[in-house]
């Protein structure tokens, strides 16, 4: 089985990655689905000519690229340009193999653009093998770092490649109107957002969609310096340097983990030495690199895309879904940065309840036990990404699309707002109290050194679901916290039940004072929505939670569901370049931020939040002294007693973004 990170990758391998749409009938206001008989695919081999291309870069190297062209040649098309790192082939075979060659075409489930909508719109739709991979010469590099300033043509990164495809493009392929767009997701939502900097004037349009940007700083690797273990690990053991050109592999080959306990085979393979062994020796580079810098260092900072979002001249269309595991933050840092570099640009941003590309593969009505009471895939499609690279690229009417675009989950509902974060956002801290209690009030008859404790031991960590499964199931960010509130490593604080409606909108901020007898800890927080003993959900016709999450049948009075959760390595308390250790039982303060959340806890439901000290293995053990990780052996791992404390002078909580009053 493998991480949903490479099942998000092998989704985008299909190129057109994204279930038949159904066809909707509804005003874009509304938040229901009202569903119209589906139609029948568009035959891509009726209706398109293939061609494929390689492309001449400025250095020399030649970049393989597929071109789409519609047949009918009474008007002129826009130009739709994705590019990938996980291969332009079209996945017709009959065991799943995917294939180059003209006579090739996708199969009829699978359409060319971001919808079917596209496919019947016409578009040319041009796919490109990104430098180093499969049919592409060249050697990639992860993450390709900017040259703001190249001195010559051996100067090059994916702005000038998408640069040169583009001119190339407009001079070959027939009956274009002159107009480019670009869109991706996952890594092509990255090499989408850096194909647009000193964009190549054709260019009008772009979606980063699901957009790589710092991967140390919140995307797929490293959250709040905690290494992301069980997704990175199942992404490289797949994911490797190719020799190129070459069509292999035809298709992507599962690691035999030896077990279907992905908690077992972590904590099995404890060290970073122990799991080195499963990746060859020529072939491991870029789990090294993805492991062994653990600090925010020159590697990262390289790659860090978004100080180079400027002298960008088209609109942009961000996407991003709320239960993202792998590249979550990065929309929020595109849309942000865009908009302060580039004044004058059309920036927006839509968010919806989705999981990594979710919103071009699922309908979005549910995920894990969690129901949205819509398609919200549907109407993103149909009412959002389809009508803006219409405006931009084919001068139809004004999409009307608001600068930031979300759903709010809770009331399930889409808000439309002029930006992100809404205007009238106020911070407000939940204090901890005594008794596991959460309140608005800040502690002021606590003794000096009222404190709650646990002990955390390496040994034994705090699972990330409470059911046995393999890579990272999707639905853990929605996932029943019961599990966890029960153990006596994890803190539980909550309110009482809400009288009135609460909206979050925004970051979440814990701000904690902690001291630990080890001399590293980490410190994971969770915020969750805890549902009212009596809470009956509405039967609808919406689908059953799909089986391949792994999460067993739940009674859903008292569930608690997980609306935020991050972890952050203590060592990083004063900057994520310089790791510090802990003095044993010495009080310091640790401040961070979480990713951006639009919730409602209704009223009748509680605000619960968690903290503990491993969660495993969506992230890998702190050792718990002052090691390097990757360096780390078995015996460096020892328990330590954790402590949290609430009173006057050392009052934890944690920030929210309170839309309206509290």
Known sequence: MLSHRLLACAVLLLLSGGTPLTAQNRPPVSS????????????????????????????????????????????????????????????????????????????????????????????????????????SEGKFVEMFPHLDDKKSAADVDPSSDMHDTVDFLLKTVPNHNGKVGIWGISYPGFLTSASIIDSHPAIKAASPQAPMTDIYMGDDTYHGGAFMLAATFGFYTVFGPQDTPTPEPKKWTPFDYGTQDGYEFFLK????????????????????????????????????????LHNIHCAVLTVGGWYDAEDLQGPFTVYKTIGEKNPGVWNGLVIGPWVHGGWARYDGHRLGHVDFAANTSDYYRKYVVFPFFEQYLKDKEDSKLTKATVFETGTNVWRHYPSWPPPGVQPRTLYFQPGGVLSWQPPANAAPDARDEYFSDPAKPVPFVGYTTLGVPQEYMVADQRFAATRPDVLTYQTAPLEEDLTIAGPVSPKLFVSTTGTDSDFDVKLIDVYPPDFAPQKDDAPAPRKDVGAPTVEMSGFQQLVRGEPFRGKYRHGFERPEPFTPDKVESIDFTMPDIDHVFRRGHRIMVQVQSSWFPLTDRNPQTFVNIPDAKPEDFKPAAERLYRNAAQPSGVVLPVLGKP
Do not use: C
């Open 269 to 308: 393979n404890g060290t970073f030495t122990d799991l080195q062994k499963f990746f060859p020796k020529d072939k491991s580079w870029e789990w090294d690199d993805q492991a062994r810098h653990t600090t925010y260092d020159d590697y990262w900072k390289a790659r860090n895309l978004a100080p180079h």
């Open 32 to 135: 229901t689905t009202d569903k119209a008989p589906s139609e029948k695919p568009i035959d891509i081999r009726e209706h398109y000519t293939k061609y494929e291309y390689r492309i001449p870069m400025r250095d020399g190297v030649k970049l393989f690229t597929v071109v789409y062209v519609p047949k009918d040649q009474s008007t002129t098309y826009p130009i739709l340009v994705n590019r990938t790192p996980y291969s332009v082939a079209a996945t017709d075979g009959a065991d799943g193999s995917h294939n180059y060659g003209e006579d090739h075409y996708p199969p009829e489930t699978r359409h060319l653009g971001p919808s079917e909508d596209f496919d019947r719109a016409g578009y040319i739709f041009v796919f490109q093998d990104i430098r180093g991979r499969y049919e």
